[in-house]
């Protein structure tokens, strides 16, 4: 796969340098179809922000002290954007970082360049690049297209989709097969200032306790992509954006797996797992809908 990062060009500032890799990258890139040119985006996208880290990042405050934007953030996703405007300009462009763009075409790219900056910024490996392709409006799509996820550290990248079985590493995953709450893993996060709305933490405890086993491990995903492959159970959110939910559904979608929206203690909780978990997981969750 291409790696424009190895460009042995040193502009001056980061975005002239972002423009050349993109620039190089649409060059190799520009006849691809859709699934190919999404895996070798988040492919080099994680690959451009793992360098920046090891060569010192700056770390912003968007909301909170956890949540956190770098350099690496705002490189990825410019690098995303530019391929995406020269090989796809008839797309729209939704990015966590702040692209954006109308789409023409109906199809709109949802971009997350790092999920997962709190433990990238604090040196953990538990983090990616992804994004997903979706056809109408990207906060509620009528038509997931595909979702495409790359894990640096491991090396592994995902893809797949409603309509396209998933693959980790272009070899296709096992389907997943229907197993209850009691016997998986949940991957979830509940932030702790969330933690003093009694309905809010009323639905999340009430589902942690019926799974087997917890992992909060902070990057959806990363999380959801192993709910794709097996190696987690089920996942569980609340108030997902588009950049952290469609690209790991479409994965699990792409696995056989089923996705739900669920509103319970006055927020709106992400599902995604086999099929009888996300039922379970959902008929909990009915106990606390306003």
């Known amino acids: 796969m291409t790696d424009p990062t190895e460009t042995p060009a040193t502009p ?6 972002v423009a050349a890799l993109a620039k190089t990258f649409a ?3 520009a006849e691809d179809p859709d699934e190919r040119l999404a895996t070798a985006l988040v492919f080099n996208a994680g690959r451009l922000a793992w360098r920046m880290r090891e060569s010192g990042v700056r770390t912003d405050y968007k909301t909170s002290r956890t949540d956190v934007v770098t350099d690496a953030d705002r490189a990825a996703e410019g690098f995303i954007a530019r391929v995406l405007e020269l090989i796809r300009p008839e797309d729209g462009l939704l990015g966590e970082e702040g692209a954006a763009r109308e789409a023409r075409s109906g ?7 790092v999920d997962g900056t709190y433990n990238f910024a604090s040196g953990s490996d538990y983090w990616c690049s992804a994004l997903a392709l979706a056809e109408g409006e990207p906060h509620s799509p009528r038509r997931l297209l595909l979702g495409a996820v790359h894990r640096p550290a491991m090396g592994y990248t995902w893809c797949g989709g409603p309509e396209r079985a998933t693959t980790l590493d272009d070899a296709e995953v096992a389907a997943l097969s229907p197993r209850p709450l ?5 991957a979830t996060y509940l932030h702790p200032t969330w933690m003093a709305r009694p309905g809010v933490r009323g639905a999340w405890g009430s589902v942690a306790q019926g799974a087997a086993t917890l992992r909060m491990l902070g990057a959806g995903s990363v999380d959801l992509a192993g709910v794709a492959d097996g190696t987690l159970g089920a996942w569980m959110q609340h108030s997902v954006p588009a950049w952290d939910w469609l690209p790991g559904k479409a994965l699990v979608e792409g696995a056989g797996g089923a996705t739900a929206e669920v509103e319970a203690g006055g927020v709106t909780w992400c599902i995604a797992g086999n099929s009888t978990a996300v039922a379970d997981i959902a008929g909990i969750l009915e106990d606390y809908r306003d």
Do not use: F
């Not at 199809?107 to 360049?113: A, F, G, L, M, N």
């Not at 009691?182 to 949940?186: G, H, M, P, R």
């Open 12 to 17: 001056a500032n980061l975005d002239e340098m």
């Open 107 to 113: 199809r709109t790219w949802v971009i997350d360049p």
């Open 27 to 29: 060059v190799a890139h």
């Open 182 to 186: 009691e016997e998986i893993s949940l």
